[in-house]
């Protein structure tokens, strides 16, 4: 069974980066499509972005475009999520997520088409 591991998440003050990872243990060898969510207090998980499992197809939030980049290591069976200019209301936790597709440029963008979450790694951007 697929299980993603997330870290690289931190404290850092606005404007600062941090870049996510996302480890697939356990991974079938089918193709996976992923993407990362993320949860602030008090508020409901929304979508940050999403690629294919051939990393030609991606896909962000509003919020996400232009300061975020998906991207993957098939290899390495690893996503990362580089995070530039941050701002406060980009503090959450964030979770990676995986589906075994068939189709190698298929990318989901709504959470209910996950199968698989990890736990999540907490971001804090301050003021």
């Known amino acids: 069974q697929v299980q993603p591991v997330e870290s690289g998440g931190g404290s850092v003050q606005a404007g600062g980066s941090l870049r996510l990872s996302c480890a697939a243990s356990g991974r079938s060898s089918g193709r996976l499509a992923m993407g990362w969510f993320r949860q602030a207090p008090g508020k409901e998980r929304e979508f940050v972005a999403a690629?294919?499992?051939?990393?030609?197809?991606?896909r962000y939030s509003d919020s996400a475009k232009g300061r975020f980049t998906i991207s993957r290591d098939n290899a390495k069976d690893t996503v990362y999520l580089q995070m530039n200019n941050l701002k406060p209301e980009d503090t959450a936790v964030y979770y990676c997520a995986a589906q075994e597709v068939v189709n190698s440029g298929t990318v989901f963008v709504w959470g209910k088409n996950y199968g698989r979450w990890g736990q999540g790694t907490q971001v804090t951007v301050s003021s």
């Open positions: 690629i294919s499992w051939s990393g030609s197809i991606k």
